[in-house]
């Protein structure tokens, strides 16, 4: 299974013309992550559900207005075409859109993805910096959330976009090499941190402010994102 989810990925990764119109989409999907850029923008994506039954792969995009949207990618597989065949990307309101394979990804195309998203962290309305508290000991290690419920967020910030919410008492992998200082709206400075999380959660959509998150969803794969540093334990709190 996971050598067809591998190879699933594999498929739809590579620069992607449009059928119709002008510019090119570079798609970067491996693991647990996927990174999609389309001309000169680099989309909030995060990758959803992989069906190697019904070979498609779905996209998570966070948008700036908090709106979500999921977008499915689609391979086809083509016996006379000398590379990968088409693809076909239907948007969360249902239109398609199909692509023509014109090369694998390079790494001037992740350079450039990597130029992209520095670009989009400048321009953010909470200024992003490297983190000056970040820890000595970088590297990923296992952190534990307190008493409350927590945003994993699509960016470094709180006025990003939530993903999931998880529930107090969880265990996330952190990436401490990621450490960002943000300053919030407040004016405070922050440190954000990357991290990875499994089991389950509940949707920003279903918070409670009275009886906080009560799960209703576990995750089918490892959910990425960021979260406050500066809330997360080193190791689990005592339970009375």
């Known amino acids: 299974m996971k050598q067809a989810r591998d190879s699933l990925l594999d498929a739809i990764s590579g620069v992607w013309k449009p059928a119709t119109g002008a510019g090119l989409?570079?798609?970067?999907?491996?693991?647990?992550?996927?990174?999609?850029?389309q001309g000169d923008a680099l989309l909030p994506a995060a990758l959803g559900d992989v069906d190697v039954d019904n070979n498609t792969v779905n996209v998570k995009l966070f948008w700036k207005s908090g709106k979500q949207e999921v977008r499915t990618i689609s391979p086809t597989k083509c016996g006379e075409c000398d590379g990968p065949g088409p693809?076909?990307?239907?948007?969360?309101?249902?239109?398609?859109?199909?692509?023509?394979?014109?090369?694998?990804?390079?790494?001037?195309?992740?350079?450039?993805?990597?130029?992209?998203?520095?670009?989009?962290?400048?321009?953010?309305?909470?200024?992003?910096?490297?983190?000056?508290?970040?820890?000595?000991?970088?590297?990923?290690?296992?952190?534990?959330?307190?008493?409350?419920?927590?945003?994993?967020?699509?960016?470094?910030?709180?006025?990003?976009?939530?993903?999931?919410?998880?529930?107090k008492d969880s265990k996330v992998s952190v990436d401490t090499s990621t450490m960002r200082d943000v300053t919030e709206s407040s004016g405070n400075n922050t440190p954000?941190?990357?991290?990875?999380y499994e089991g389950a959660y509940c949707a920003p959509s279903e918070q409670d402010s009275q009886t906080g998150c009560t799960p209703s969803h576990g995750t089918d794969a490892p959910v990425t994102g960021w979260m406050n540093y500066t809330r997360l334990l080193s190791a689990p709190r005592p339970q009375q």
Request: charged content about 15%; some cysteine; proline content about 4%.
């Open 192 to 196: 954000w941190v990357r991290v990875t």
């Open 25 to 37: 989409t570079v798609i970067s999907a491996s693991g647990n992550d996927i990174q999609i850029a």
């Open 87 to 167: 693809i076909t990307i239907t948007a969360g309101d249902g239109t398609q859109r199909d692509y023509s394979f014109v090369r694998k990804v390079s790494q001037d195309d992740l350079t450039r993805i990597g130029a992209l998203s520095a670009q989009a962290a400048a321009s953010a309305p909470a200024a992003v910096q490297p983190s000056t508290s970040a820890a000595t000991n970088r590297g990923i290690v296992d952190m534990y959330l307190g008493g409350i419920d927590m945003n994993i967020r699509s960016c470094p910030g709180s006025t990003c976009a939530a993903v999931i919410i998880v529930p």
